[in-house]
Each structure stands twice: as C-alpha cells, then as structure tokens.
C-alpha cells in the first residue's frame, strides 16, 4: 500500500511533537536505575521499534508511489519523508542517551535492536538524499544563465540522435 | 497550439549520462510529445514554495532492469511563447 502526501504531513507532525516531549521529559525527569524511568525508557524502546515498522511502509510506499507516477509534489513529498527520518533519528538518540544513563547495563532487553533499526534509518536517509529527484537550484539558474544566452537545442533532436546511437551500438534491433 | 521542446547544455549532458536503452528513449521522446508539445498546460504541476519552476514526470511503462524509469523535468514557458525550455531533468529506478 502506498503512502499519500497527507499521511506523510500527519505524521511529520506527530515525529515532532514526540521530540518535544522527549525532550521536555528528559529535562524533566531525574534518572532512577531502578524505578519508574525504567519502565518509561522501556516502553520508549518498544515505540521506537513499533514506529520503524510504520516508517518502514511510509518509506517503501513513498518509492511505490513514485513508481507508479502518483508523485507530482517531489520537493514537499521528499521533504516531508527527509524530516520524518531526520525526527525520528533525533528521537532514537535522545533514547538511547537515556537508556544510557538512567538505565543498569542490560537493563533495557532490545536496546541492541534500536541500534540497527537508527542504521536502517541512517541508509533510508542516505538513499533518499541521492535518489530522490529534488530540486536544484543551482544547475536551475545555470540552466537559465545558458538559455539566457540562446544556448538550447531541440530536445526530440537530441533523443533522436540518442536513439540512433543506442540502435547502432545495440545492431539496429529497433 | 504546438510548442518547442528545447533544453540547454546541463539537460543535455544530464540526458546523455542516464545512458538509456533505445526503447525507453523511445518512450521519454514518445511521451514528451504527446504530454507537453501540444497540451503541456494539462501535464505540469506547480512546485510548491518555487512557483518559478514547473515540473513534469512521468514514470516509464516500460520496464529496463526490473526498473521502471521516473523521469522529472524543471520546465519553464519561454518569452517566446512558443517554446517550452527543459531546465533540469532528472531519472531514477524505481524498482517494481
């Protein structure tokens, strides 16, 4: 199942307002080893790992949806996916410091599990950032500089001189 | 009425790069014929926050390497009013 624009803004939405509860608990609250904040970083853990099970089909189903040329908002689509990682990772670090200091040495079972899926995010991220089609700026005011110039060519020219090559490199299937 | 399709440098050498197997050349010169040469009104999208900018893309029926094709182009209507200017273009697999 595909992912919409609008689950992907709902959810941008919820990843924040997480974090800033997260992080006004944290200042909040004084580290117990063996009390309350335990359990807390636990279930904390268990939400964490629940939620890459969600981001896992945003992420996919976003591709999915690309695939099938049901994206026609790239940058707000691609943005909205690039905060809901970058959120969430900032939610696992500020976990896993936690786990780290409120918690005994083995305290937490699937902390090690948290590890791999921050990796998993890290990769989705990098994935996103090189093979999303986002907007340049750069190569778009080279673009207008050189059309500025009166330097453009037929395009269907191009691709018609592409084609004979790949015909010609390829024996003349076509 | 029926408008030029013209790009600069950047775009060619973008084009070139993808390294594209013959058909899905076809398809990509096939598409942008009939999506933007005659009617590109009904097939470019605004960018949101770069109203600048245009955007068409289509992803390929066909299939090259358990992949079909998203292309994207940046398009801008031309002082002219007769051309239609490929300003960026870019194409990713998106496995099926």
Known sequence: MSVTSIELRLRVREREADQQELENWQGEKAPDEHGERLAEVRALVKKCLD????????????????????????????????TILTTQMKIHALVMAMAATGAPAGGIDNLDELKAVHEEYKKWKEFLDANWPWLNHDRLANAYAAMK?????????????LRHQARTAGGGTN | ??????????????????????????????????????????????????????????ASDIMHGGARYLFAFRVAYSTDEQTLLLLDADCIAVPD
């Open chain 1, 51 to 82: 939620d890459a099970d969600v981001d896992r089909r945003y992420f996919y189903g976003a591709y999915r949806r690309l695939g099938a040329n049901r994206v026609h908002d790239f940058q707000a689509f691609g943005e909205a996916l690039r």
């Open chain 1, 149 to 161: 110039d009166g330097n453009c060519t037929s395009t269907l020219d191009l691709l018609h001189e």
């Open chain 2, 1 to 58: 009425m029926s408008y030029d399709i013209k790009h600069g440098p950047l775009v060619a050498e973008r084009i070139k790069s993808w390294d594209l197997p013959e058909p899905l050349l076809a398809e990509l010169e096939f598409r942008l014929v009939e999506d933007l040469r005659d009617n590109p009104a009904r097939n470019l999208h605004i960018i949101t926050n770069d109203p600048d900018y245009l955007e068409y893309s289509f």
